[in-house]
């Protein structure tokens, strides 16, 4: 009996640490995954910044790196353009046009009028303005290995988030000129 007993205790012992070493090692896998797409969408928008404009290749590289990950994300990308609008009396109000994440890809992709629709030109370019704000966010839409653990595991308790999370951006510079 005392055999069968000390039999249990190693396999459960044995298992235990399996599942606790995993879980630390997917947890860790996380803060990497979490590290690299900072860095990813960090040198994205800084390129964006720095040229004063998106092109389909930029973008298209963009999206390579987020997908080496074996994550599935959610870009979200947000041009900010500052509007000079007349008032009537000679003088005029500043107010801000939003484009949002699709009108940034009819922008690249699209032709026609949808092409258009950011900054006027159908060339599969969109070309910002200068002091112009470009911003991009970036979550996991899969479930990352940690979160996968957390569901299997619900007493492990991860000190840190398993969602991954990356915004960057700021104002155009256009350094390049266009």
Known sequence: MEFLSKFFNVIILVFGAFFVTTAI????????VQESTTVTVTKFTDTVRKQGKLTAEVYNAFVQKLDAEDVLFNIDMTYAKQVYNPTGNESSVLTEDCYYTQD??????????RGKVVDGKDDGVVYFSKD???????????ETIGQKFKKLLPWYANSSSTNIDACSGGLIRDEEGK
């Open 25 to 32: 090692n997917a947890a860790n896998m996380d803060r990497i």
């Open 132 to 142: 112009d704000t470009f911003t991009v966010h970036v979550t996991n839409r899969s």
């Open 104 to 113: 940034l890809l009819d922008g690249l992709f699209s032709s026609g009028e």
